[in-house]
């Protein structure tokens, strides 16, 4: 495929991936009293059924069997497996707990991250205004450490885990549906004993009715599509074009929080919220600036 068309298609499938997160807190939300764990563990185990699914009817196991004949990616996607379990938990656990907020600022955090992953581990440099940016964002957790006296951790963990998931898979550089289908193979094991053995209660949550059960269940299709559509623009555009396109989930999150499930939008909050999207502006500022100068310069040589 052309690479104009690759990253066309990487741009579809990041606007798909974003609308989706952006939207799925109203899913989870029609789960609250169910204990965290227990919709995560269900997103495992209906995420791993549709996943196989979608292998059968549309790819085959050819590629699956090509990842088994590579440890070194296995072991790595062994390891995105635990991060992105964790970043399932913790956004469930937020989303049920009215966190909503912090949710959403987690992911404003994220792009920004993102500028300062590739600084680390890609070689990537920073340009004067991205550190400005990056400057920024941390007077906005400085602004919530001081206002509320404690750390936002959830907006934290939310976008460093999320960030290190991104970075992974980029360098794991695999289809998105063979790595989500190992991701969620080795998260199966842990999902069904819990389920099956530890708790036996989890898994009456499929029989209470058929209303509530289509509704648990859809959680592997609620899980997958996003990530599926995450995983394919993560191979296809720069990190950095993901991260401006973020912008959109969390976006959504903060509308539904505050107009929809009516969370407290506190000054202190507003201005954390402004100083971040403030960082956001100089950062998206730089990169369109970078962007033109490099087309200038591609078009004079």
Same mark, same amino acid.
């Given at each position: 495929?052309?690479? +104009? ?10 606007? @798909?991936? =974003? ?6 807190? *109203?899913? $989870?939300?029609?789960?609250?009293? !169910?204990?965290? *764990? ?6 495992? %185990? ?15 196991? /050819? ?17 995105? #497996?635990?991060?992105? @379990? ?7 656990? @937020?989303?049920?707990? +009215?966190?909503?907020?912090?949710? /959403?600022?987690?992911?404003?955090? +994220? ?24 400057? *920024? ?23 460093? #885990? $999320? ?10 550089? !695999? ?6 289908? %190992? ?10 004993? =819990?389920? $099956?053995?530890?708790?036996? /209660? ?22 997958? &599509? ?13 990190? #950095? ?10 976006? &959504? ?13 506190? @000054? ?14 100089? =950062?998206?500022?730089? #990169?369109?600036? +970078? ?8 078009? /004079?040589?």
């Amino acid at each position: 495929m052309p690479q +104009n068309e690759q990253y066309k298609h990487g741009l579809l499938f990041a606007f @798909a991936a =974003y609308i989706m997160w952006g939207i799925a807190p *109203i899913y $989870f939300k029609a789960l609250v009293g !169910i204990d965290a *764990i227990d919709i995560l563990l269900h997103r495992v %185990i209906w995420s791993f059924a549709f996943i196989l699914l979608m292998i059968v009817a549309i790819t085959g196991f /050819s590629k699956i069997k090509q990842l088994f004949k590579t440890p070194k990616k296995l072991g790595l996607l062994a390891i995105t #497996s635990l991060i992105i @379990a964790f970043n399932w938990l913790l956004f469930i656990w @937020a989303i049920n707990n +009215n966190h909503m907020l912090d949710a /959403s600022l987690g992911y404003y955090i +994220n792009p920004l991250l993102n500028v300062v992953l590739g600084t680390l581990f890609l070689g990537e440099r920073l340009r004067k205004l991205q550190w400005a940016a990056v400057a *920024i964002a941390f007077s906005a957790v400085m602004v919530e450490v001081i206002s509320f006296g404690s750390i936002p951790w959830i907006s934290l963990a939310l976008a460093g #885990s $999320f960030g290190i998931y991104g970075l992974m898979r980029k360098k794991i550089n !695999i289809d998105a549906l063979s790595g989500l289908f %190992i991701e969620t193979l080795f998260l199966l094991p842990f999902a069904l004993i =819990y389920v $099956f053995v530890i708790d036996s /209660s989890s898994l009456s949550l499929i029989t209470t009715d058929w209303q509530f059960t289509v509704l648990i269940i859809s959680a592997g299709i609620v899980t997958t &599509l996003p990530l599926l559509a995450f995983a394919a623009a993560a191979i296809r555009i720069p990190l #950095s074009t993901l991260g401006f396109i973020q912008y959109i989930g969390p976006s &959504l999150m903060l509308i539904l929080a505050v107009f929809l499930y009516d969370e407290p939008f506190a @000054a202190a909050k507003v201005f954390t919220f402004a100083l971040i999207w403030i960082a956001l502006i100089v =950062y998206t500022f730089d #990169s369109a600036r +970078n962007g033109l100068k490099k087309r200038k310069q591609a078009k /004079s040589s």
